[in-house]
């Protein structure tokens, strides 16, 4: 079943809007006070990048996921993708109360692992309906391949 592209569009950009805006309330207040006193890996970008880095990558998440419910296929066909889609975008919240909100690298590298692969197993789902879908998420599966990187190193240094 295809999704009208306007109701399309704002099931697409809610959920994606929702996991950055609730990230944000923990993360931002973190940033100056408990995240500048960490130990920190010497691939850190500087904080300023992370901003735009994520605006890019919810973009393309949410046009990737666009795509998926535009697509006219039966609802049963792509049940699978939209279900991985949700999991991955809460995981993607759930972080940065993990890290920032819980102040845990430790939680923050459990839930990291867990949105690594729930971003695999969207983008395997995406591919099987929509190429471009899967696609629009490979930055995103390599950011957060980065970010768990940086995510070990600051749990490594700071035990």
Same mark, same amino acid.
């Given at each position: 079943?295809?999704?009208?592209?306007?109701?399309?569009?704002?099931l697409s950009?809610?959920p994606v809007?929702?996991?950055? @805006?609730?990230?944000? #309330?923990?993360?931002?207040?973190?940033?100056?006070?408990?995240y500048?006193?960490?130990?920190?890996?010497?691939?850190?970008?500087?904080?300023?990048?992370?901003?735009?880095?994520w605006t890019? #990558?919810?973009?393309l998440?949410? %046009?990737?996921?666009? &795509?998926? #419910?535009?697509?006219?296929r039966?609802?049963?066909?792509? &049940?699978?993708?939209?279900?991985?889609f949700?999991?991955?975008? @809460?995981?993607?919240?759930?972080? %940065?109360?993990?890290?920032?909100? +819980? &102040? %845990?690298?430790?939680?923050?590298?459990?839930?990291?692992a867990?949105?690594? #692969?729930?971003?695999?197993?969207t983008?395997?789902?995406?591919?099987r309906?929509? &190429?471009?879908?899967? +696609?629009?998420?490979?930055?995103?599966?390599?950011?957060?391949?980065?970010?768990?990187?940086?995510?070990?190193?600051?749990?490594l240094?700071n035990?």
């Open positions: 079943m295809k999704v009208h592209p306007a109701l399309a569009a704002l950009v809610a809007a929702a996991a950055g @805006f609730a990230g944000s #309330l923990v993360t931002m207040p973190a940033i100056p006070t408990w500048a006193g960490l130990a920190k890996p010497f691939f850190t970008p500087p904080n300023w990048l992370f901003g735009p880095a890019l #990558l919810y973009v998440m949410a %046009s990737a996921f666009w &795509r998926i #419910l535009t697509l006219d039966p609802a049963i066909d792509k &049940r699978a993708a939209i279900a991985a949700v999991a991955q975008i @809460f995981l993607n919240g759930l972080w %940065s109360f993990a890290f920032f909100g +819980w &102040r %845990s690298p430790g939680a923050g590298l459990v839930v990291i867990a949105l690594w #692969l729930a971003i695999a197993a983008i395997a789902a995406f591919a309906l929509d &190429r471009l879908a899967a +696609w629009l998420l490979a930055p995103y599966i390599a950011w957060t391949s980065y970010a768990a990187a940086l995510n070990a190193g600051v749990f240094l035990r």
